[in-house]
């Protein structure tokens, strides 16, 4: 199984509320069955979470492809894990991220090179929009959330090469049929007995 995203604690962190969202670009380098998502944050309260996916809508996110089921998360810093996303995904980038229930804070790591993660306001936690973000939001460089995505490699289609079978010319066997009259022997279709 791969990983894809930021798996390491980060040494900053972001405080969020309500109606706040955050994503971070997701590179992905070959087609791939998502397993699990993992985001790891700390909530002053119990609180709910939801995982959302993003498109890549030319470096900035796009089309929602997924949003989770809602997720109520302990008081404290750890990590959180939703199971059984059920999607496929071709190699690209995509935006994986959270939204929150109530207040939690999400943890960083910065000066990461060709990182970038975006953090919108006013994102409705029951009804993610698509697509993402909504005004005002804030593109951040070189900062990566700590979250990430489990996945397995997709097979690849395989190839078999053939041997090319060289034959002679086919000849077709002249048709032959059963005539009762004849005492079961097989005669060329084109050929008759008949009972004296």
Known sequence: MNQYGNTQIGDNRTEAGFRLGFVSRVRIDE????????????????????????????????????SGSPQTVAAGAQWH???????????????????????????????????QSWLTVNLDYD???????????????????????DADPLPQPQFINMPVIKTGPVF?????????????DTLPVNRRVFRA
Request: charged share 15%; net charge negative.
């Open 127 to 149: 009804n993610p929009v698509t697509p993402y973000p909504v005004e005002p939001q804030f593109l951040v460089e070189g900062v990566a959330y700590s979250i990430f995505l």
């Open 31 to 66: 087609d791939v069955a998502v397993n699990a998502a993992s985001v790891y944050l700390n909530a002053v309260n119990e609180t709910q979470i939801k995982f959302v996916l993003y498109a890549d809508n030319q470096g900035a996110p796009g089309g929602l492809i997924y």
């Open 81 to 115: 894990k939703q199971d059984d996303l059920g999607l496929s995904l071709m190699a690209g980038d995509v935006w994986l991220g959270v939204v929150y229930k109530e207040s939690a804070a999400l943890y960083f790591s910065d000066n990461i090179d060709n990182a």
């Open 172 to 184: 077709a066997a002249p048709m032959v049929r059963v005539d009762e009259d004849s005492g079961g």
